[in-house]
Every structure is written in C-alpha cells, then in structure tokens.
C-alpha cells in the first residue's frame, strides 16, 4: 500500500467556518483568561486578525491578489497584526495579544501552533522564491522572538522570548538567546505547552560563568607561580601603593619606584 501523506495547509478542502470555530476552540483550551466564545470572538485581536487572513488566503489561491492584499491591510489596521495572504497556516492557530505580529508571503505554519505578540517570521532576502520560515506541528514561539530566512522550527519545538533564529531547530527543541541556541530538549508539560520561560536556560549567562571561573583560576595559577597575592588574598583587598600601575596615567611614563 502507499504511504499517504497529509496535505499542506493551503490544501486542504476544510471550510472558511470550520478552521475558524478551530481557532476560537483553541484559544478557550489555551489562555485562562479567556471565559467564553462570545470574549473570543468580539475583542480577541489574534483571533480576528486569523480570521481576516483566512478569508484573504482563499481568494489569494483562487487567483486574487489585490483584494487579499487589501483585506491583510484592513486586518493590520484593525487588529495590529500583518499576516499576508500567501502564508500558508494549518488548523487551530492562536495569537496572543496578537499585537505586533508579522507573518511572511512564503511562511508554512503547522496545526496547533502557538505565537506570542512582538513574532516575526521574516525572510532574508529580496529574491523571489522561499524567503520565509516553516513552522512545524505544536510550535510555541515567545513574545518578541524573530524567525529569520527559509528555515524549518521542527515538531513540538519552544523558541523562547526575544530570541533570533536563523538556523534550522530539530524537533522538540528549545531554542533562546541571540542568535538562537539549542539549549535543552522539549521539557514535558501537563497542559502540553510549556509557558515556564524563566526556566529556560541561559547559555550567556552560562558562558560568562564559565570564563569567570576559568579566569580566577588563571589568576590564582599566576599569583601562586609568581609569587604575588591572590585575589581572595588578604592584601588582595587593600589599596597600598604597591597595587598602583607602575606608570603614570596622564603622560604614559614609567615610574621607577625605590
């Protein structure tokens, strides 16, 4: 028998009204701060936005290009999130707070993915052609974060706050910091999205922790070899003379001390 694979996004024959109830159902199992359909649906920006797009996405495959540019415009105007018509978004979609969110021509976006406000998913270059990201199934991305260029975010993956990603995220990963780390695999949840980003790691952090320690080693070795105080010494704390440069500062002359 031959393997069948589920069509893309912009392939599938489910209706306008159906993907759209979709999202509003997603939206109520994902924020707690969503209390009924009738909230979702009349001041719920993320939803609207979708909503706008998905009838502009229709009449961008059937041919249309101006009207769905023009109704992506109204989108923006109304909703402050700029999703083109020719992005291709599967089912249950959700924006929060939606403000901020920039989604491109040639971006791919999964089922069930999650964007947080201040999202971009850009492209890199002015050529024709992919130029924007592909978001897998179940994605989460944090506020602020900037998914650059024809890269693939694999199933399940986390792309923390404000991070920038321009190289390709394997499946359940999560990603943080600028440029974009893997950092740790996809931590397990008991709601399956993990909203927990201050504990993420931080490899900058982490580095500098590094050389720090690594430092103060190097001048432990030195002084101990040299024969000088250590840092931690206890003249190490003291402000004598004989811990003033050997120079002096203004004319850049050595001082020869008796």
């Known amino acids: 028998m031959l393997a069948v694979t589920a069509p893309p996004p912009a392939q599938r024959s489910t209706g306008w009204w159906s993907l759209v109830r979709g999202d509003v159902a997603c939206v109520l199992a994902r924020d707690p701060a969503a209390r009924n359909r009738l909230e979702v649906w009349t001041i719920y920006p993320g939803v609207q936005a979708v909503a706008l797009y998905r009838l502009a996405h229709a009449l961008w495959s059937r041919g249309w290009r101006f009207g769905p540019r023009f109704i992506s415009y109204v989108a923006r105007w109304l909703t402050n999130v700029d999703i083109h018509p020719g992005a291709r978004i599967g089912e249950r979609f959700f924006i929060d707070h939606g403000a901020g969110v920039v989604i491109g021509e040639t971006a791919e976006i ?7 406000h201040g999202v971009t998913l850009g492209g890199t270059t002015w050529n024709p052609g992919k130029r924007h990201p592909t978001l897998g199934h179940g994605v989460v991305v944090g506020a602020g974060a900037k998914i650059l260029g024809p890269i693939t975010v694999g199933d399940g993956a986390l792309v ?3 991070s920038v990603v321009i190289e390709p995220v394997p499946s359940g990963a999560t ?11 996809r931590r397990r949840t008991t709601h399956g999205f993990d909203l927990d980003h201050h504990l993420i790691p931080d490899p900058v952090g982490k580095a500098m922790a590094c050389v720090l320690d690594r430092l103060a080693q190097l001048e432990r070795a030195q002084a101990a070899g040299a024969g000088l105080a250590s840092a931690d010494a206890a003249c190490g704390q003291c402000d004598d003379p004989c811990a003033l440069p050997s120079f002096d500062l203004k004319t850049g002359v050595t001082v020869h001390q008796e």
Do not use: E
């Not at 999964?110 to 947080?116: A, E, F, Q, S, W």
């Not at 990603?175 to 695999?185: F, K, L, Q, T, Y």
């Open 160 to 162: 923390a706050a404000n």
């Open 110 to 116: 999964g089922d069930d993915v999650t964007l947080y």
């Open 175 to 185: 990603v943080v910091g600028i440029p974009g780390r893997v950092v740790a695999p």
